[in-house]
């Protein structure tokens, strides 16, 4: 049974940083894909930013040159570390993985088979 399992949400003051991370468990996902999602209260489940095979990175437009994915494939974890945090970063962030991926569909939600609960992540103004 896989599980991924998100931490390192919490509240926080605009221009703080928070590093979440992600543990996988009942398999790799080296040969596909692992991504953060983020869903603000009230809105639909929006792509943040994805680590793909082959070591490619991917990230909204929203959170380029401020958040940064990364994975350690021995670990089978994947983190986001989040710096210059914005009022408008808050959401639930959530883990995704798929065993393949599309790359025209990498940042749609649809893609990923294996989603964790999620944690919150509050940045105050």
């Known amino acids: 049974q896989v599980h991924l399992v998100e931490s390192g949400g919490g509240l926080v003051e605009t221009g703080d940083s928070l590093r979440l991370s992600c543990a996988a468990s009942?398999?790799?996902?080296?040969?596909?894909?692992m991504a953060w999602f983020r869903q603000p209260p009230g809105k639909d489940r929006e792509f943040v930013a994805a680590?793909?095979?082959?070591?490619?990175?991917y990230y909204a437009d929203s959170v380029k040159g401020r958040f940064t994915i990364s994975s350690n494939n021995i670990r089978n974890m994947v983190d986001l570390q989040m710096n210059s945090l914005l009022p408008e970063d808050t959401a639930v962030y959530f883990c995704a993985a798929s065993n393949t991926v599309i790359l025209s569909a990498l940042r749609s939600p649809g893609a990923y088979g294996y989603w964790g609960q999620g944690t919150q992540v509050t940045v105050s103004s």
């Open positions: 680590f793909r095979r082959g070591g490619s990175t």
């Open positions: 009942g398999r790799t996902f080296r040969d596909g894909a």
